[in-house]
């Protein structure tokens, strides 16, 4: 019994401070550091609109489907852009359905966008990414909707190419990656811009 306790205290003692350093300093340490350097982040990189209402995240995308708005890049993230169900399709590039849904997606973008029918389409377009939570787009996504939009919000073509160019982000570190532009930033410029009735 004495060699049982022996063995028995220590291990207590050792549990007990993993449990404050792990579950007390730690976390508060890296809480406190986010607080005071990383307010934003840590609290989820909200954006708001011009009159405070939180509109979303920086990092999560969401779906855009009316005429006035620059539409999102597809998503199979649960019924769409759902965080709880991030993923990709997980179809390779010799499936049939992949295929077939591309080329769906290929159509109804040219359809919406008013395009011609031999006009190349930007990939970001009509694939998901692998998160299917991707809230940016490429820049020649943005200019081939930007003639709908205009037209639907009665702006002028310059107005929503200057809206698409202080809401585009330039490579990473300068040569990672592709300049893009954040959706819902620019949805929320345009709002600024000539509001509409609700977002869709």
């Keep these: ?43 989820g990189s909200l954006i708001t609109d011009g009159s405070g209402t939180i509109r979303g995240s920086y990092w999560i995308g969401q779906s855009f489907t009316s005429e006035t708005y620059f539409h999102s890049r597809p998503s199979t993230a649960g019924e769409g852009y759902d965080a709880a169900a991030s993923g990709g399709s997980n179809l390779g590039p010799t499936s049939q359905k992949l295929h077939d849904l591309i080329e769906q997606r290929i159509t109804a973008y040219r359809s919406i966008n008013g395009l011609l029918k031999d006009t190349a389409v930007p990939a970001d377009a009509v694939t998901t990414s692998a998160s299917g939570l991707d809230p940016h787009i490429s820049v ?58 609700r977002h869709e």
Excluded: W
Aim: one cysteine or more; proline letters at 5%; charged letters at 20%.
């Design 140 to 197: 020649g996504n943005a200019q081939l909707q930007a003639p709908r939009v205009a037209q639907a919000r009665g702006l002028s073509l310059d107005d929503v190419q200057r809206c698409i160019t202080d809401c585009s982000e330039k490579r990473d570190l300068g040569f990672l990656g592709d300049a893009r532009v954040h959706v819902l930033k620019l949805n929320l410029a345009l709002d600024d811009l000539k509001p509409v009735p």
């Design 1 to 43: 019994m004495k060699t049982f306790l022996y063995e028995l205290f220590p291990a207590l003692r050792a549990t007990g401070v993993l449990c404050l350093v792990t579950c007390g300093a730690y976390p508060l340490l890296v809480t406190g550091v986010a607080e005071a350097f990383f307010k934003s982040q840590a609290h």
